[in-house]
């Protein structure tokens, strides 16, 4: 038995009474099943097994192809197995769908501006995306972090430098609570920009 189908199985043993019909997945109503997909898709992509969790998520628009939230969770999957392509055609039919998504265009404007294929990186359009973003939530520090390397891959340094900074201070005077992760980055974006600042006066200097 595939695990994809082992999983329903054994979520289907344990829903509700009222959510159990003694009937299969697919005689359940659309929400349900759903819902059900959604739980499945959700431990499969937490546990690292990107192709189920694909196949879940896929199952979702199958039966509702305009689900907003399968297809957000896919573009990022596909960002994970750096199937680059797929999640950029995914992301930017989102931001089409919803262009005041601030999140959509912020996840999108991240994908061009690291990823690790070249083909697929536009460091232009990461800039413009994340500046759309901005407009819509200016003090997201995601957001603000996304413009930073963005700025960063242009080699706009300064730039670069100046978004991470008014992050780092914006998050101060609001009092955003950052996770230590989130801090470990932005303190490695911060060493990253005046490297490259430092580096690019240096070799100014030389000329």
């Known amino acids: 038995m595939k695990p994809f189908l082992a999983s329903v199985l054994l979520l289907l043993s344990v829903l ?12 359940q109503t659309p929400e349900e099943r759903i819902q059900l997909l959604q739980h499945i898709g959700g431990i499969y992509f937490q546990s690292g097994d990107h192709a189920n969790a694909i196949d879940a998520y896929q199952r979702i628009l199958e039966i509702d192809p305009e689900q ?8 990022v999957i596909y960002v994970s197995v750096k199937n680059y392509e797929a999640a950029i055609e995914n992301m930017r039919r989102l931001t089409e769908d919803y262009p005041d998504d601030y999140q959509a265009l912020n996840n999108l404007a991240w ?26 939530a200016p003090y997201d520090h995601h957001v603000w972090s ?3 390397e963005a700025y960063f891959v242009s080699g706009q340094y300064e730039k670069a430098n100046r ?18 992760d989130a801090v470990d980055t ?5 060493r990253k920009c005046t490297r490259a600042i430092e580096t690019e006066k240096l070799l100014s200097e030389d000329q």
């Open 163 to 180: 978004a991470i900074q008014h992050l780092v201070k914006m998050a101060t005077t609001k009092k955003i609570k950052l996770t230590k």
């Open 111 to 136: 994908t061009y501006a690291t990823a690790e294929d070249p083909a697929f990186r536009n460091a232009a359009t990461a800039i413009d995306l994340a500046q759309q973003a901005l407009v819509l």
């Open 16 to 27: 509700p009474a009222h959510a159990q019909t003694n009937q299969s997945l697919i005689a």
């Open 186 to 190: 932005y303190n490695n974006q911060i």
């Open 146 to 148: 996304t413009l930073s």
């Open 68 to 75: 907003k939230e399968a297809r957000s969770i896919l573009g």
